[in-house]
């Protein structure tokens, strides 16, 4: 017989299962129905009632993809696109952080302050004035509108990260400064080292944010050579006709490197976005 304090717990958890179990099933449910659709003949997709499962797989869909569109083109762009603007500016939002996290110099709650208020701009206010400084410079139909804000770093980052450096133990970099290390050499030796889960998660948010990315290449890039994979997906749409087994073929086969990045890192993932919230 259950005590019960054990039938209530066994209760409670019975109803936290059955709604996280819900809750991934519906989760669940575009990513099956896009997996489905992109294995269907053309002009089927909109049958009723729906057809989860195809009576025939068509992988016509994705060799036309593969083979007669641009995806692995965008696909490429994308990556030039998205990696410096990761590393380097994970770096750069990291110094910021190191700065706010663990130094004191004049006015840094007031700044720190400033900073966190861009994160309450949204971006629909900035895209004209943003849009005309890069016409001005000459970068419209160029990938530097893309790439060279990101390398300067984000809030969002810099917040996070201050956050877990936070919780690093201060005796840390007393002994360093001990051992005759600079505040940088104490951030690269020390600090970094410590902080991979952050630096991961917070790699893995850039990295995912860029890829996803629509409407910053659809501002900034007018030359089809130079579309991202976003841009070449949304090829397939026309004014008059979508071609939808061919959106969902691409969309599985651009969703794949997402997904390969999250199963191997997802360790440090959840590490990094339970330990930054830990300290204020």
């Avoid at 099933?25 to 003949?41: G, H, Y």
């Avoid at 509108?145 to 969002?156: R, S």
């Amino acid at each position: 017989m259950f005590s019960k304090k054990q039938t209530s717990e066994w209760v409670r958890k019975s109803f936290a299962y059955l709604f996280l179990s819900i809750g991934a099933l519906m989760m669940a449910i575009p990513f099956l129905w896009m997996v489905s659709t992109s294995l269907k003949p053309a002009g089927s997709e909109f049958e009723f009632p729906p057809q989860w499962i195809p009576t025939n797989f068509d992988w016509s869909n994705y060799s036309f993809v593969l083979l007669e569109s641009d995806i692995v083109q965008g696909f490429f762009n994308t990556l030039l696109v998205i990696l410096l603007p990761c590393l380097v500016g994970l770096f750069t939002s990291a110094l910021a952080a190191y700065a706010f996290g663990r130094m004191q110099f004049p006015a840094k709650n007031l700044l720190f302050t400033l900073l966190l208020a861009t994160m309450m701009i949204p971006g629909v206010v900035t895209m004209i004035p943003t849009f005309i400084l890069f016409k001005n410079i000459g970068w419209i139909d160029s990938w530097l509108p893309l790439i060279v804000p990101g390398m300067f770093g984000a809030a969002a980052a810099v917040f996070l990260l201050r956050q877990f450096f936070m919780t690093i133990p201060k005796e840390l970099e007393d002994a360093a400064k001990v051992d005759g290390m600079n505040p940088f050499q104490t951030f690269i030796r020390i600090i970094l080292p410590l902080s991979k889960p952050a630096l991961i998660t917070q790699g893995l948010l850039g990295f995912l944010a860029g890829y996803n990315d629509y409407l910053g290449p659809l501002i900034y890039i007018n030359t089809p050579e130079k579309f991202t994979l976003q841009l070449v997906l949304a090829s397939f749409q026309g004014f008059y006709t979508s071609q939808w087994t061919y959106i969902m073929a691409g969309s599985v086969l651009a969703l794949i490197p997402t997904l390969l990045l999250f199963f191997f890192s997802q360790k440090y993932f959840v590490e990094g976005i339970t330990l930054t919230g830990m300290k204020g």
